[in-house]
Structure formats: C-alpha cells, structure tokens
C-alpha cells in the first residue's frame, strides 16, 4: 500500500518561502498525486496535484506562486511555495492513490 510521507513546514512571514516534500514509495503505481491543505476552521481543499505525465494543475488561490514537481529517483513530489500570504497557513497534506499522509503545518505570519 503507497503511504505519503510530508515534510518542510514550518513558520514564515509574509513573503517568504518554504518547499514541502512528499516521499511516497511506489507513486509511479499512482495516476496523480495532490497537495491539499486544511485552514484552520475550514474545510480541506485541494492546492495542486501532479499526473504521471507531468500534467500540473494549480488552485486559482495558489496559481503564480506555488510550483509542483516530481522527482521520479528519489520517489517524491515537492510543492515549492513562493510569495506566501497569511491566507496559505493551514495543515498541508500529500494524497497518493488512495491514501493521505499525515499532515504537515504550514504558519504564515503578517
């Protein structure tokens, strides 16, 4: 069974940048991987997900400033946010297949 593993959030100001990581073993099995994140109080939404034919797709809320990539050797997918804004902070997760990894939090201050 392919399990998500995320990693990289932290806390950052305004501006700022942060790369989170998801290390899945087997994702090549998986027709897409998504990045979602979870604000506090609000219901999780999806950010960017990636296809294993390189097709990426971006929310309108993150378009411009956060980048998704795939690094085929090392099993992960990265999601490189740029420009953050205290409306990113939240708990970001990695899906794969059918599967969520843990979560991983991202803070945004002003």
Not at 9 to 38: E, K
């Amino acid at each position: 069974q392919v399990q998500p593993v995320e990693s990289g959030g932290g806390t950052v100001q305004a501006g700022g940048s942060l790369r989170l990581s998801c290390s899945v073993v087997g994702f090549s099995s998986c027709n897409v991987i998504t990045w979602f994140r979870q604000p506090p109080g609000k219901e999780r939404e999806s950010v960017s997900s990636i296809t294993t034919s390189q097709i990426k797709v971006y929310s309108n809320a993150v378009q411009g400033r956060f980048t998704i990539s795939q690094d085929s050797a090392r099993n992960t997918v990265s999601l490189q946010m740029d420009s953050l804004e205290p409306d990113d902070t939240g708990t970001y997760y990695c899906h794969a297949c059918t599967s969520w990894g843990q979560g991983t939090q991202v803070t945004v201050s002003s």
